[in-house]
């Protein structure tokens, strides 16, 4: 069963604007990651945030971690044509595994 | 500095042959784990390793059995295929323990026909 669920499912924006992908889990973690994957490639990985991290930052990309409400939320900040992916949520509770969502899909229009 | 390396890239099979797909890291990462990803359902583990000689049943096991004789290479085999395992097989590892993130390989798109 998937630990993590993306909202939205899909997600077009234009070059320039923000991107904002939530995910949601059910069970307590240790921490969360955020992974991207292109058309036809395997997963890259982007962010780790701990579950005693509320925010983290790297580069254009922002990502904070609410554990009451059990979801994170990345945020890509100026989008570019070279953006466009499929982004998933990952998390990692007791066990030393990462349980993915079922992503996002995001296109950036030029 | 290849990373994770999968084979094949692709492969069709007919219903009952088997199979064995191939994962190879260079990280002298301690764990391995084989993901399947069919559209809507993200990534699913099949099994996984945390070290040399060890294997360990993940979320969708049944129709898979793996082997890591080699601390670099973690191979998924397929006894008898169905058209239920067409998908595609990623393969990932890390260096294990909490807070590490996973390397993936590039895919192995299999259909069974």
């Known amino acids: 069963s998937q630990q993590g669920e993306e909202d939205p499912q899909a997600l077009s924006i234009q070059e320039g604007e923000n991107a904002t992908m939530n995910c949601s889990y059910k069970?307590?973690?240790?921490?969360l990651q955020w992974y991207r994957q292109n058309s036809g490639r395997g997963l890259v990985h982007l962010i780790l945030i701990r579950s005693n991290e509320r925010e983290k930052h790297s580069g254009r990309l922002r990502v904070t971690l609410d554990t009451s409400k059990k979801s994170s939320s990345l945020l890509i900040t100026a989008s570019r044509a070279a953006d466009t992916a499929s982004y998933f949520c990952a998390t990692e509770g007791m066990t030393d595994k990462l349980i993915f969502g079922t992503g996002t899909r995001l296109q950036v229009f030029p | 500095n290849a990373g994770v390396t999968q084979t094949p890239k692709f492969r069709v099979l007919k219903t009952g042959q088997s199979m064995t797909l191939l994962c190879a890291q260079d990280m002298n990462h301690e764990y391995m784990y084989w993901y399947r990803q069919d559209p809507g359902m993200g990534l699913r583990l099949i099994h996984y390793s945390v070290g040399e000689g060890t294997t360990a049943k993940g979320e969708v096991p049944d129709g898979y059995n793996v082997s890591r004789l080699k601390k670099q290479n973690f191979l998924l085999g397929l006894e008898s295929a169905a058209p239920s395992q067409t998908s595609v097989y990623f393969c990932a590892s890390s260096y294990g323990g909490q807070g590490n993130s996973y390397t993936f390989g590039s895919g192995t798109r299999l259909t069974v026909v």
């Open positions: 069970t307590s973690i240790n921490n």
